[in-house]
């Protein structure tokens, strides 16, 4: 289930202003570890998808690849958001069941 999230958390990190790569990573990572070999196909997923676009910008001689969230990229997310209220509400059933 924790996979599943990633993409979200990748969405909600973008919520925040434009970024690239190594720095969404170290923004994710305060509330899940995810490494490079996870989130370069995430994002790939996620422009595919239409949920992000991308742009390049000079940075030391080099261009780096920013991404921005799109407005499919934030419905992505309020739907995610309305779901997770019902997955909530299995949780709290499950949560006081009678395990004696």
């Given amino acids: 289930m924790k996979k599943g999230m990633l993409e979200y ?8 202003g434009d970024s690239y790569g190594y ?6 990572s305060a509330c899940v570890h995810i490494s490079e070999s996870t989130l370069y196909p995430i994002l790939r997923r996620l422009e595919k998808e239409s949920c992000l676009e ?3 910008v000079a940075h030391n001689g080099r261009l ?7 407005a499919a990229g934030k419905q992505a997310i309020r ?14 059933l499950i949560e006081e069941a009678d395990l004696e």
């Fill in 9 to 16: 958390c990748v969405l909600a990190v973008l919520t925040k």
């Fill in 23 to 28: 720095q969404i990573i170290k923004d994710v």
């Fill in 54 to 56: 991308t742009y390049s």
């Fill in 64 to 70: 780096r690849k920013y991404y921005r969230i799109t």
């Fill in 79 to 92: 739907d995610f958001l309305r779901d997770w209220e019902q997955v909530m509400n299995i949780y709290h």
